[in-house]
């Protein structure tokens, strides 16, 4: 019983200091925002420069557009600065040394990204800012920003990115609002000459070498993060006395290649490779002209893959480009080449004629080069398409002894005639009318045989072309 007592009483207790710290901060709000301006930057003098302190926290890098050349990330811009308007003594509102507000009832600094290219410079969530009793302010709202990136593709997929953000106040100058990086002990100065139109102008850089908060980066699937420098840059400009200042955070990318090596490149050289087997493959397989027609259609379709990821520009091409440009035109002239080939091949001494030019710079010129002996010229042959033709003997020669095979074609009159190995002259008309069936079907068969005859030889000069 004396337990649930003393447990009572310990709530009681907590709910009324709570109670009365809720007062506390609510009389505390009130009395600093009473009569505060927040369009008026707050300093006590207007000669006076105040000091915002800036870091970017980079959470996600969500997306490197090469065909838009927009690179989209997921940061928290950090933002400190003290407020002379916003101090306090912690003993007077019951111990309350922090306090938070929203956003848009204190004056905020309007630093925007200078190279956007969504249209959105600010922040858009308003989130709340931290007060501390010393005028303290602290802000760091969440944005997701798109930014210009210029994108060099010339070693694509093996390629490095180096995108920029640069950040600066649009509406001071240097000598209102003096925007420093907040790792500023680690910061190293440098003095340039930068060119511009007026001529020669002096720039003021402070580099800070881990410029980017990356303690709760989130890994992206395509890109590694190599560095990111800060730079702080102030120029002077003649017509100004205000320098105009920016920090510039550099992020230096790397393309991760297991992708695009796995699905671009070693298809493409591997069915470039096949260009070579087109010509290992005989010519009476008749697929010679498909495969490289094939092959050429392959590497047309990696290329307009490729068009699409690389942005269209004209001051460079990459490597992969070229060298897919390079295999299609050589896919190409294989094609030609197979048709020329196949051309030469399926002609025959029955179908063309050889040239004499031809001729005679293989037969005659080259073999001296190729320190080739020519074979001896064969015997005399008949002419090929030539006929065989059988004179009819004169009726007044005397006739020899016709074989019994060959006998049964003639009438019993001629079997006698023949027998006897004579032929009368008046029987002579009467014999031709009846050999005549035998000679046209001799004539037939030798024509026949010529024909066969000039096929063997066809063949024979062709395999010896194939070897």
């Not at 390079?326 to 050889?354: A, D, E």
């Amino acid at each position: 019983m004396l337990t649930r007592q003393l447990f009572v009483i310990a709530v009681a207790v907590a709910m009324f200091a709570m109670s009365q710290a809720n007062r506390d901060a609510n009389r505390l709000f009130e009395d600093l925002l009473a009569d505060y301006n927040k369009l008026v930057r707050p300093v006590d003098n207007n000669s006076d420069t105040l000091v915002v302190r800036f870091k970017l926290k980079l959470s996600q890098l969500l997306d490197v557009h090469e065909k838009n050349q927009i690179m989209t990330t997921n940061v928290w811009l950090q933002h400190s600065w003290t407020d002379h308007k916003l101090r306090w003594n912690p003993d007077d509102y019951g111990g309350v040394d922090v306090l938070y507000v929203p956003s848009d009832t204190i004056w905020l600094p309007d630093i925007v990204l200078y190279n956007n290219a969504d249209g959105n410079y600010q922040v858009t969530i308003m989130t709340k800012a931290k007060l501390s009793y010393n005028g303290t302010v602290e802000w760091a709202p969440p944005a997701i920003y798109k930014s210009m990136c210029q994108i060099d593709v010339e070693f694509f997929p093996f390629d490095r990115q180096q995108c920029e953000m640069k950040f600066g106040s649009w509406t001071y100058g240097g000598l209102e609002v003096d925007l420093i990086h907040k790792d500023e002990h680690l910061q190293e100065e440098a003095v340039n000459m930068v060119e511009g139109v007026d001529g020669s102008i002096e720039e003021s850089v402070w580099i800070v070498h881990e410029g980017i908060d990356l303690s709760d980066y989130y890994p992206s699937v395509e890109w590694d993060i190599l560095k990111v420098p800060g730079k702080r840059h102030s120029k002077r400009y003649p017509c100004c006395e205000s320098p105009f200042i920016d920090i510039t955070y550099e992020i230096h990318l790397r393309r991760k290649t297991l992708f695009y090596t796995v699905n671009l490149i070693f298809p493409s050289v591997g069915i470039s490779f096949l260009t070579a087997l087109v010509f290992y493959l005989p010519s009476d397989g008749g697929e010679k002209i498909s495969l490289c027609i094939l092959i050429l259609i392959s590497l047309t379709v990696f290329f307009l893959l490729l068009v699409e990821i690389i942005p269209s520009t004209s001051l460079v091409i990459p490597l992969i480009g070229k060298y897919l440009l390079f295999t299609m035109v050589l896919v190409t002239l294989s094609v030609v080449v197979t048709v020329i080939t196949l051309n030469v091949h399926y002609r025959s001494p029955t179908t063309h004629n050889m040239p004499k030019c031809v001729r005679r710079f293989f037969i005659d010129i080259l073999p001296k080069y190729l320190l080739m002996k020519r074979p001896p010229h064969p015997g005399h042959k008949q002419k090929r398409g030539s006929r065989t033709t059988f004179s009819t003997p004169n009726y007044n020669s005397q006739f020899p002894t016709v074989p019994d095979q060959n006998m049964v074609h003639l009438s019993p009159t001629f079997r006698t005639s023949f027998a006897a190995g004579s032929l009368e002259e008046t029987s002579y008309s009467s014999f031709r009318r009846d050999v005549s069936p035998v000679m046209s079907a001799v004539e037939s068969v030798a024509y026949i045989a010529d024909h066969l005859k000039n096929e063997d030889d066809d063949k024979q000069v062709s395999e010896f072309g194939n070897q």
